[in-house]
């Protein structure tokens, strides 16, 4: 056998050992520690650790750990434990430490053996696999989470499309409203259970959505109830028209939206159906006894209403092109028979639309070529009407840029003689540059006299050089010749219609009119003459007392004749003058009216009820009189103490502002008969006036697009009202 080791070889080996070792006494005092194990605990000098107890280097339940395995190496057991301690300068470390027994040769327990083995870099790895373990357990239940969420979008899109294709198949090219929305029903009862569906249309003038088709599981009272119409007020219906967009509502009340008959409905959708952007129709459908709307459910409901709004639009397309096209047909037929410029022409035409039938008409008498027509504005020739092409991309962006008035000697001259031009061979330099030019060979420029003024030039390019033939010349003159005149026809007529259209208009104020001149204006004219002569004479006797009581009459006759013409003023300017649209306080104009009133008539005591007034869309200057005028007339007609009340109400598409008063009042089978100029019904004796402030009223009303209106008894008073539309028509605003 080999030499044993020597203590001293042992000893090497044992420091050199990476582990702490540790012999301890039975009391765990450190007795030894072996070089390495120094190291390890960051130990410098062995004489400060040399007695020390093993456990003050442990804390917490790691010391408990170390004293256990300590007693048990005492009571002859070796014992593992991995646990935290510091180093002797204090870093923290993991330990996997074994206590073992040691015995002398009798066998007897004198001493304790500790090795710690610095497991940190294990542990830290071990801890880090495991919390990076947890971490992927937690994204995969997520992920999992996240799939099951994906998968329960995707079945409730699958759902939704399902219904979307079903109701698309269903309807195929049907443009009947009221069977698309059968088959909206139909598709909806398919993907759901339980469920009712009704389709509304708006009644406007009534101003209810009334349903028009139904599920046949709807009782006959719902149905009553739906078919009498629901407010547009309904809170539920109006949601969804306010929002343009679905609204489902649980625990839906159904009393709360007009259908008391429908509480068996225990949630509700409406989906509204929008027609160029407008709410024009609603589906709603109708959870029986459920009291909650699902994500899917929802989803289906949203595709079956997207597919009959886009059914309903496709419906509402097709009879809109149906209609195009037999307009168009229509019109094909009259430019056939009627743009024939050598034959009388019918009034439907347009001037550019006859002239571009001339055009064409002269091109199918000549070479190749083209035709334009140029009118003068803002100082160049702008190009109005062309058919055919110029022939070059250089050529059609000079004309369509226009060529300046003064700078174009080919079209100058023919506006300014009022001749036409016929050129065999253009001279490619006179009017634009060469390069532009190139390409035309002659030309012919004819001016188009409306009235007698030349309004443009009818300019025919061709692309060869060309002797004009004196027939050439002759279509050419006889065509725009016939042209002038078709268009000047058309011009007339259009301006008669318009005419017309104001003297019928105006027809019932002219006849008040020349019924005032030969009464109203004629009297005091009489009195004037007559007490003006009756002065004279008073004069020549001497009685300047009478002369001047006559002159006084002579003085009330001129004041009345001026008022009476002021009237007839007033009366044209409200139809003449230019409305400056704009937003307008009714609310400021009655209260500024009302100071007005009150001060022109301080004695007359007046009780104001101004209720509050909306912001209208009109103009300022001419609302303002027809609030004055209203409010004099209440005052006026009220005999004593005057009571005038003046409230608004808010209508679908109006505002309507009404004044009462308590005074004398009016017979009701003349209440038109008010608004007419210089009309009275009462004596001006009693009442003085010109008898055109109501007619002026209703001029200015008229012109802002509204109506108006009066109501009265004899002896109970008067209602004077207008209406001002919430939109306004631009053609609305011109005078009349």
């Not at 070889?9 to 420091?15: G, K, P, T």
């Not at 339940?61 to 180093?87: I, N, Y």
């Not at 253009?426 to 390409?439: K, S």
């Not at 003449?576 to 104009?589: D, I, K």
Request: charged fraction near 20%.
């Amino acid at each position: 056998m080999p030499d044993r080791l020597s203590t001293r070889h042992l000893q090497a080996i044992v420091d050199a050992n990476g582990d702490c070792i540790k012999v301890l006494d039975l009391e765990a005092r450190l007795l030894s520690m072996n070089f390495g194990g120094q190291a390890v605990m960051e130990i410098d000098d062995f004489g400060l650790c040399h007695n020390v107890v093993l456990t003050t280097f442990w804390e917490g339940d790691d010391r408990t750990r170390l004293e256990a395995a300590l007693d048990a190496a005492r009571a002859g057991e070796t014992s593992t434990f991995v646990g935290t301690a510091r180093t002797f300068k204090g870093t923290p470390k993991w330990w996997s430490v074994t206590v073992a027994p040691l015995r002398d040769e009798r066998g007897d327990i004198t001493h304790l053996l500790s090795t710690s083995r610095d497991v940190t870099a294990q542990v830290t790895a071990e801890q880090a696999r495991a919390a990076a373990q947890a971490q992927l357990s937690q994204h995969a239940r997520l992920l999992e989470e996240q799939v099951q969420q994906q998968t329960q979008v995707l079945e409730e899109r699958a759902a939704a499309l399902d219904a979307f294709v079903n109701f698309t198949e269903a309807v195929g090219t049907d443009s009947s409203v009221h069977h698309l929305a059968q088959q909206a029903a139909e598709v909806a009862q398919a993907s759901l259970r339980g469920v009712s569906t009704a389709y509304y249309e708006l009644d406007g003038a009534a101003g209810v959505w009334r349903a028009t088709a139904w599920s046949a599981d709807v009782s006959r009272e719902v149905v009553e109830q739906m078919q009498a119409g629901i407010p547009l007020k309904a809170p539920d219906f109006a949601a969804a028209v306010r929002g343009k967009a679905p609204v489902f509502v649980d625990g839906w009340d159904a009393a709360d939206n007009a259908l008391s008959e429908a509480a068996t409905y225990g949630a509700a959708g409406f989906v509204p159906l929008l027609i160029q952007g407008e709410v024009r129709a609603i589906f709603a459908v109708g959870k029986r006894t459920a009291q909650q709307w699902t994500a899917r459910e929802q989803a289906i409901v949203r595709a079956v209403g997207r597919g009959l709004n886009v059914a309903l639009e496709r419906a509402t397309q097709t009879l809109e092109l149906t209609r195009q096209r037999d307009d168009l047909n229509r019109r094909a037929h009259q430019l056939e028979t009627l743009l024939q410029l050598t034959e009388d022409q019918g009034p439907a035409a347009e001037p550019l639309a006859l002239i571009g039938r001339a055009q064409a008409l002269v091109l199918e008498l000549l070479p190749p070529g083209f035709a334009a027509y140029y009118e003068a504005q803002g100082g160049r020739w702008h190009l109005r009407v062309q058919t055919g092409a110029a022939g070059s991309v250089n050529l059609q962006a000079v004309m369509d840029a226009g060529f300046p008035v003064g700078g174009t000697p080919s079209f100058d001259e023919v506006a300014r003689s009022g001749e036409p031009a016929f050129v065999g061979a253009y001279d490619a330099g006179l009017d634009l540059d060469t390069g532009a030019a190139q390409g035309i060979g002659a030309h012919a420029t004819l001016p188009l006299i409306i009235g007698g003024q030349v309004r443009g030039l009818f300019n025919v390019p061709l692309f060869e050089a060309r002797t004009w033939s004196p027939s050439d010349e002759a279509v050419l003159i006889t065509t725009t010749q016939h042209l002038g005149v078709a268009i000047e026809r058309l011009e007339r007529s259009a301006q008669l219609l318009r005419s017309n259209a104001e003297l019928q208009m105006s027809n019932q104020e002219l006849e008040a009119f020349t019924y005032s001149v030969s009464h109203d204006l004629r009297t005091p004219v009489r009195h004037v003459d007559g007490f003006a002569a009756l002065a004279l004479k008073e004069f020549a006797r001497g009685d300047l007392e009478r002369a001047q009581r006559h002159l006084g009459v002579v003085v009330d006759a001129a004041q009345r004749m001026d008022t009476l013409l002021d009237a007839v003023l007033i009366l044209s300017r409200a139809g003449r003058a230019t409305l400056n649209m704009q937003a307008v306080s009714l609310q400021q104009v009655a209260e500024q009216v009302q100071k007005d009133v009150t001060l022109t008539d301080p004695d007359h005591p007046v009780t104001w009820h101004i209720e509050p007034l909306p912001v209208v869309h009109g103009d300022a200057r001419t609302l303002q009189q027809v609030i004055r005028a209203l409010l004099d007339n209440a005052v006026k007609f009220s005999p004593g103490e005057a009571r005038v009340r003046v409230w608004a109400e808010e209508r679908e598409d109006t505002w309507a502002v009404s004044v009462r008063d308590e005074g004398v009042g009016f017979d009701p089978l003349y209440a038109q008969k008010l608004f007419g100029a210089f009309q009275r019904l009462h004596p001006q004796t009693e009442f003085a006036g010109a008898g055109t402030s109501l007619a002026t009223v209703k001029r200015i009303v008229t012109r802002h697009g509204g109506q108006v209106w009066a109501e009265g008894r004899v002896g109970q008073g008067a209602t004077f009202g207008f209406t001002l539309p919430k939109r306004v028509s631009l053609n609305d605003l011109a005078p009349t």
